[in-house]
C-alpha cells in the first residue's frame, strides 16, 4: 500500500515515526495508516476514472440517439447533444447537454462527435456542422446502419487532422430492450492518428461497448454491406411486406407465426427512413430486391406446376367438376396463368 504513493507527505512521515516509537500501540498506528492509503487510492482511482471519461456530442439526437445516449450517460460520460428537433428535455432527463445551435455544441470542444441522424439526411447534417469551432483533433464516429456511405462521407468532408471510426451496432432499442451482451458491434477504424492520445481516445470509446459485453467485429466498411444486404435489409423487407399484410395476432397463432408478429413489429417500430436510406445508400439492397422477387415468382411457379398438373389431368377425365373447381380456386387466387393455359389446352 505505501509503495504505491510515490511522496509520501509530511503528516505521513510523522505517524511511520511514530510507529517506531510506539510499537505497543500497533492498533493505533494501523489505523491511521489504513485512513491515509484509502484516501490515496480513491483519488488515484477517481483520477483513473475521470482520464478514462470521455466528452461525447451526439449528432442526431432522435430515437437511436437517446437511445445509445442512456448508456453513454450510465457509464458516466459527459454528454452533449444536438438535433433538428428541440430533445432538451430528453437530454435533461438522462443528463445531457442540449444545444439548438451547433456553433455552440462545436465550442465545447467534445472528444467525441458521434453521428446518429437518418442515413438520407447525415450529408445535410454534417455540412451544417462547423467544424472549424472543434478542436484541430477530434473523433468523428457514425452509427448509421450503412457503412460504405458514411466512410467516404467523412473521408471527403473531414479535415485530415480529424479521426474518423465508423460503427454499426447491430442492434436497436427494441432488440436489445434486455441489454446489449452478447450482440454484434461492427467497427472499422477508416483513419485514427498515430499519435498515443488519439489511440487511446479511439478505444475508449470502443471500451463503452465493450463493456456492455457486445460482440466486437471489426470488419471494412465494403464487407458490411455485402454481408448486412443480405441479412439486415432482407429482413427490414420481409418484415414490411408482412406489415402490408396486416397480419392479426391469433389466439391459437404458432410459434412461427408468433416470430413473423414480432418481425413486423421489430421492423416497422424503426422510421420508413431508416428502411429508405438502407435501400438508397446500399448498392447491394437492389440486387437483393431481385433476387427476392425471383425467388418468390420461382416458389409460386412451383406450385401452380403442380397445380397445372393435376388439373390437366381432370379436365380430360372430367371436365364439368373440373371446371367448378376452376371457378372455385379461380376465386381464391385471383386470376391464374396456369389454370387457363389449362382451359385453353383442353378447349
Ligand atoms: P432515423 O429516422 O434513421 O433518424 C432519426 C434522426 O435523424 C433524428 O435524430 C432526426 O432528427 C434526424 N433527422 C431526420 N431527418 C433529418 C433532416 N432532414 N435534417 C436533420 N436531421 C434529420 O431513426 P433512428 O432510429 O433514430 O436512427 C438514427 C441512426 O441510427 C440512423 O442512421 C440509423 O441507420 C442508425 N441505427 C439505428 C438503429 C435502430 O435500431 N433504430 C440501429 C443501428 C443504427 P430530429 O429527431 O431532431 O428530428
Redesign the pocket.
Known amino acids: 500500500m505505501m509503495s504505491l504513493c510515490p511522496n509520501p507527505n509530511p503528516s505521513f512521515l510523522h505517524l511511520h515515526h511514530h510507529r517506531h516509537r510506539h510499537r505497543r500501540r500497533p492498533f493505533f498506528v494501523r489505523s491511521l495508516d489504513a485512513a491515509q492509503s484509502f484516501d490515496f487510492e480513491s483519488r488515484a482511482v477517481d483520477r483513473l476514472n475521470a482520464k478514462s471519461k470521455l466528452k461525447i456530442a451526439v449528432v442526431?439526437?432522435?430515437?437511436?440517439?437517446q437511445f445509445l445516449a442512456r448508456t453513454f450517460a450510465a457509464q458516466g460520460h459527459t454528454l452533449l447533444a444536438h438535433?433538428?428537433?428541440d430533445?432538451s428535455a430528453a437530454a435533461a432527463a438522462i443528463g445531457a447537454s442540449f444545444f439548438r445551435d451547433p456553433h455552440d455544441l462545436c465550442e465545447q470542444h467534445p472528444d467525441v462527435v458521434l453521428l446518429?441522424?437518418?442515413?438520407?439526411?447525415?450529408a445535410?447534417?454534417l455540412n451544417t456542422l462547423p467544424l472549424g469551432r472543434l478542436r484541430r483533433s477530434t473523433l468523428f464516429a457514425d452509427?448509421?446502419?450503412v457503412k460504405e456511405f458514411p466512410r467516404n462521407l467523412l473521408l471527403s468532408a473531414l479535415p485530415p487532422d480529424f479521426d474518423i471510426l465508423c460503427t454499426?451496432?447491430m442492434?436497436?432499442?427494441e432488440s436489445a430492450r434486455h441489454g446489449w451482451a452478447g450482440l454484434p458491434f461492427v467497427f472499422d477504424k477508416v483513419r485514427i492518428g498515430e499519435s498515443e492520445e488519439r489511440i487511446s481516445r479511439c478505444n475508449r470509446f470502443l471500451e463503452i461497448f465493450e463493456k456492455e459485453g457486445c460482440r466486437m467485429v471489426e470488419m471494412s466498411c465494403a464487407e458490411h454491406d455485402h454481408k448486412t444486404a443480405e441479412s439486415q435489409f432482407l429482413t427490414h423487407t420481409i418484415g414490411r411486406i408482412l406489415a402490408k399484410l396486416g397480419p392479426e395476432d391469433v389466439d391459437i397463432g404458432t410459434k412461427g407465426y408468433q416470430t413473423l408478429l414480432e418481425l413486423v413489429q421489430n421492423t416497422c417500430n424503426?422510421?420508413f427512413?431508416?428502411y429508405n436510406?438502407l435501400f438508397m445508400y446500399n448498392k447491394n439492397a437492389t440486387e437483393l430486391l431481385d433476387r427476392l422477387d425471383f425467388a418468390f415468382t420461382e416458389l409460386k411457379k412451383e406450385l401452380f406446376g403442380n397445380l397445372h398438373d393435376i388439373l390437366r389431368k381432370q379436365l380430360f377425365e372430367n371436365p364439368e367438376e373440373s371446371n367448378e373447381y376452376i371457378a372455385r380456386h379461380n376465386l381464391l387466387v385471383g386470376k391464374c396463368d396456369w389454370v387457363q393455359a389449362c382451359q385453353t389446352e383442353v378447349t
Open positions: 442526431g439526437f432522435g430515437n437511436y440517439g438535433s433538428r428537433s430533445h446518429s441522424t437518418s442515413i438520407l439526411s447525415a445535410d447534417v452509427v448509421l446502419s454499426h451496432p442492434f436497436g432499442p424503426d422510421s427512413d431508416l436510406g
